[in-house]
């Protein structure tokens, strides 16, 4: 008897990530969570300079600022409650100083810039096709920052604009880095604040604008549809019954793995993990010979590691 509908994977023949990959992630906060793993496990990779960013239209922006030296002015940020903000960037990367702001946005747009022509993979999970319009710039924001919902129109990004903006977004990438493989995944939080059957709308123009514009550089991997089809239980979900829980994220990220990680790192990500389970292992007596012996051992198997690949600090 079969009590779960299981969608079929398949392994990747080639452009695998491996211990020399250099990973790019973008987007919801989902792609965080593929992003902590990559982290758990030691692999080189960097996640959201510009913080979550939830629709296409945001991710297109960064990358072309990053592709085009875009630098950020005072013309580019606002005061509100206390703090800078600038509307293409997540509340966490505002501050309390104008300067510092503008010094954070201009060196994320660096660092996006010179992550993209060393990027082997580049992860763009994208959250919703709900996006809010300021009216007084006439432009799509990233966040509204808590600004009165007066402020802002909110639309449904169409298919059409969908496609063309990740059409966009994956051709600035190539400019820079031909050789970069870009990852499309649908992020399996449903974004209930917009209504359910707006959600499903939502998720569909994304899905469908996706499968218009991959070719053979550009993928997509069905962390949304694992969620709503192998996982469809509500104990797959945090207290929220929005975001997947830690069962339902280590078994995304599984999926995953099968599908993206050579298996030649399988065993050194075994190592890793042994070594991070023991990093923080509490031991009875902190100072006994015997946790001193394992402390020993650890150190000895992260200095091997270490010689591997430089890249590992524990």
């Not at 692999?43 to 510009?50: A, D, G, R, S």
């Not at 030296?69 to 293409?88: A, L």
């Not at 870009?182 to 059957?197: A, C, E």
């Amino acid at each position: 008897m079969n009590l779960q509908t299981k969608i079929s994977l398949s392994k990747r023949a080639d452009n695998l990530i491996s211990y020399k990959s250099n990973i790019l992630l973008l987007g919801s906060c989902f792609s965080e969570n593929i992003g902590d793993k990559l982290n758990y496990f030691k692999f080189q990779n960097l996640q959201n300079p510009f913080g979550i960013l939830f629709h296409p239209k945001a991710i297109e922006t960064l990358i072309q600022n990053a592709a085009s030296d875009n630098m950020y002015t005072e013309s580019d940020i606002f005061y509100h409650n206390e703090q800078w903000h600038c509307f293409h960037a997540h509340s966490k990367l505002s501050n309390v100083s104008k300067v510092e702001l503008l010094e954070t946005l201009n060196s994320k747009v660096k660092l996006t810039k010179a992550a993209i022509k060393t990027s082997t993979h580049v992860i763009i999970t994208l959250g919703t096709a709900w996006v809010y319009h300021y009216l007084k710039r006439n432009t799509v924001v990233a966040n509204c920052h808590k600004v009165s919902q007066k402020e802002f129109k909110k639309e449904l990004l169409s298919v059409e604009d969908i496609s063309t903006s990740l059409k966009t977004t994956v051709s600035l990438i190539q400019k820079l880095n031909s050789e970069a493989r870009v990852i499309f995944t649908v992020s399996p939080v449903r974004h209930l604040k917009d209504g359910f059957v707006e959600n499903t709308r939502s998720k569909a123009h994304l899905i469908t604008a996706i499968h218009q514009i991959i070719h053979h550089s550009s993928f997509y991997f069905p962390s949304y549809e694992i969620m709503m089809d192998e996982l469809r239980d509500y104990r797959f979900y945090a207290e929220d019954m929005v975001h997947p829980n830690k069962l339902a994220i280590d078994y995304i990220w599984q999926q995953f793995k099968f599908v993206w990680i050579c298996n030649t790192a399988y065993k050194v990500m075994d190592e890793v993990d042994g070594i991070q389970k023991g990093l923080h292992h509490k031991p009875f007596n902190p100072n006994s010979e015997a946790h001193q012996s394992f402390l020993k051992k650890i150190e000895a198997r992260k200095k091997a590691l270490k010689l591997q690949f430089s890249h590992m600090v524990f």
